[in-house]
């Protein structure tokens, strides 16, 4: 499994920004795919996870301002990020698991639990 994060980069305080993951090395959809974060010094924190079924989940943090969707036949995973504010500054990535017994709000909260990792992208957003 191969999970390529893009889309990240640098822009102001307010602006957007729009986040992809293919997954390559895979036969069928995800049951979970989600992002993460980690800001430098901090740990890896759940920002939304997208469920197979349609559900979707956010964090307290992100809510009303991001956006999870997955394209099930490119096999491929977006965020689109407004509002930014600096405290969204972290390297960004995607995760999947394939265990259909669990919702994906309990891999949001345990990102550990995630099966498979893209490398990241940085994501900075200035005052």
């Known amino acids: 499994v191969q999970l390529v994060e893009s889309g990240g980069g640098s822009v102001q305080s307010g602006g957007s920004l729009r986040l992809f993951c293919p997954a390559s090395?895979?036969?069928?959809?995800?049951?979970?795919m989600g992002w993460f974060r980690q800001a430098p010094g901090t740990g890896l924190e759940g920002v939304a996870m997208?469920?197979?079924?349609?559900?979707?989940w956010y964090a307290d943090s992100v809510k009303g301002r991001v956006t999870i969707s997955r394209d099930s036949a490119k096999n491929t995973l977006y965020l689109q990020m407004d509002s930014l504010k600096p405290e969204d500054t972290a390297m960004y990535y995607c995760?999947?698991?394939?265990?259909?017994?669990?919702?994906?709000?309990?891999?949001?909260?345990?990102?550990?639990?995630?099966?498979?990792w893209g490398a990241g992208t940085s994501v900075t957003i200035s005052s």
């Open positions: 995760a999947v698991n394939n265990n259909a017994g669990l919702r994906g709000l309990y891999y949001l909260k345990n990102p550990d639990q995630m099966d498979y």
């Open positions: 090395g895979v036969a069928s959809n995800y049951v979970h």
């Open positions: 997208s469920d197979s079924d349609g559900r979707v």
